[in-house]
Protein backbone atom coordinates (compact mmCIF):
# COMPACT_ATOMS: atom_id res chain seq x y z
CA UNK A 1 0.00 0.00 0.00
CA UNK A 2 2.80 2.23 1.11
CA UNK A 3 4.71 1.90 -2.43
CA UNK A 4 0.91 2.89 -4.28
CA UNK A 5 1.03 6.10 -2.19
CA UNK A 6 4.41 7.18 -2.06
CA UNK A 7 5.68 5.51 -5.45
CA UNK A 8 9.53 6.01 -6.06
CA UNK A 9 9.38 8.28 -2.88
CA UNK A 10 8.88 5.13 -0.70
CA UNK A 11 11.86 5.01 1.67
CA UNK A 12 11.77 0.85 2.54
CA UNK A 13 12.65 0.97 -1.52
CA UNK A 14 15.78 2.03 -0.18
CA UNK A 15 18.13 0.62 -3.14
CA UNK A 16 20.39 -2.25 -3.04
CA UNK A 17 18.61 -3.69 0.37
CA UNK A 18 15.25 -3.64 -1.56
CA UNK A 19 14.17 -3.52 -4.97
CA UNK A 20 10.90 -4.47 -5.24
CA UNK A 21 7.66 -4.70 -3.25
CA UNK A 22 5.14 -7.62 -3.64
CA UNK A 23 1.79 -7.63 -2.91
CA UNK A 24 0.20 -10.48 -1.16
CA UNK A 25 -1.45 -12.17 -4.78
CA UNK A 26 2.34 -12.52 -6.25
CA UNK A 27 3.51 -14.35 -2.66
CA UNK A 28 1.05 -16.64 -2.87
CA UNK A 29 1.74 -17.03 -6.29
CA UNK A 30 5.49 -17.70 -5.52
CA UNK A 31 4.58 -19.91 -2.61
CA UNK A 32 2.69 -22.05 -4.87
CA UNK A 33 4.98 -22.04 -7.87
CA UNK A 34 8.03 -23.21 -5.59
CA UNK A 35 6.01 -25.73 -4.31
CA UNK A 36 5.04 -24.14 -0.69
CA UNK A 37 3.61 -27.20 1.90
CA UNK A 38 2.70 -24.79 4.41
CA UNK A 39 -0.56 -22.66 4.50
CA UNK A 40 1.04 -19.42 3.67
CA UNK A 41 -0.03 -16.89 5.96
CA UNK A 42 0.22 -12.84 5.50
CA UNK A 43 1.11 -11.14 8.31
CA UNK A 44 0.80 -7.44 8.57
CA UNK A 45 3.01 -5.48 10.52
CA UNK A 46 1.96 -1.22 9.97
CA UNK A 47 2.04 -0.23 13.18
CA UNK A 48 5.77 0.84 13.65
CA UNK A 49 5.35 2.34 9.87
CA UNK A 50 5.26 5.95 11.20
CA UNK A 51 8.65 6.58 10.44
CA UNK A 52 8.10 4.78 6.98
CA UNK A 53 5.21 7.34 6.33
CA UNK A 54 7.32 10.47 8.10
CA UNK A 55 10.55 9.67 6.12
CA UNK A 56 8.72 8.86 2.73
CA UNK A 57 6.75 12.28 2.97
CA UNK A 58 9.78 14.45 3.52
CA UNK A 59 11.56 11.93 0.10
CA UNK A 60 8.98 13.70 -1.55
CA UNK A 61 9.11 16.72 -0.22
CA UNK A 62 13.00 17.01 -0.69
CA UNK A 63 11.97 16.44 -4.53
CA UNK A 64 9.85 19.27 -4.97
CA UNK A 65 12.57 21.90 -3.35
CA UNK A 66 15.67 20.10 -3.56
CA UNK A 67 17.88 18.61 -1.27
CA UNK A 68 17.31 15.63 1.45
CA UNK A 69 15.14 16.89 4.15
CA UNK A 70 15.69 13.63 5.92
CA UNK A 71 19.14 13.83 6.18
CA UNK A 72 19.06 17.54 7.74
CA UNK A 73 16.21 16.58 9.91
CA UNK A 74 18.09 12.82 11.39
CA UNK A 75 20.84 14.63 12.03
CA UNK A 76 18.84 17.54 14.18
CA UNK A 77 17.15 14.70 15.94
CA UNK A 78 21.03 13.21 16.49
CA UNK A 79 21.86 16.29 17.83
CA UNK A 80 19.30 16.26 20.58
CA UNK A 81 17.20 19.52 18.95
CA UNK A 82 14.50 19.61 20.88
CA UNK A 83 12.00 21.30 18.78
CA UNK A 84 12.68 18.86 16.18
CA UNK A 85 12.42 16.14 18.64
CA UNK A 86 9.14 17.09 19.86
CA UNK A 87 7.70 17.48 16.19
CA UNK A 88 8.81 14.19 15.09
CA UNK A 89 7.57 12.35 18.03
CA UNK A 90 4.27 14.17 17.47
CA UNK A 91 4.06 13.31 13.53
CA UNK A 92 4.96 9.65 14.94
CA UNK A 93 2.00 9.75 17.72
CA UNK A 94 -0.27 11.61 15.37
CA UNK A 95 -0.07 8.91 12.56
CA UNK A 96 -0.70 5.66 15.34
CA UNK A 97 -4.26 5.69 14.33
CA UNK A 98 -3.65 5.77 10.43
CA UNK A 99 -0.80 2.41 10.85
CA UNK A 100 -3.12 0.58 12.77
CA UNK A 101 -5.63 1.02 10.66
CA UNK A 102 -4.02 0.10 7.51
CA UNK A 103 -2.74 -3.13 9.50
CA UNK A 104 -6.34 -4.07 10.57
CA UNK A 105 -6.97 -3.47 6.66
CA UNK A 106 -4.18 -5.58 5.42
CA UNK A 107 -2.58 -2.78 4.20
CA UNK A 108 0.66 -2.30 5.99
Same mark, same amino acid.
Given at each position: ??????????????????????????????????????? %???? /? +??????? &?????? $????? =????????????????????? %???? /? +??????? &?????? $????? =??
Amino acid at each position: MSTKIFGKFFYQLDVPRHLFDYSDKNLKIYASKFNFKHK %VKMR /Y +GAFWDQT &TFIVSV $LHWIS =SKIGGNIWIRFSKKIKKGNIF %VVAF /Y +GFLYVAL &TPLTVL $LNFLK =SG
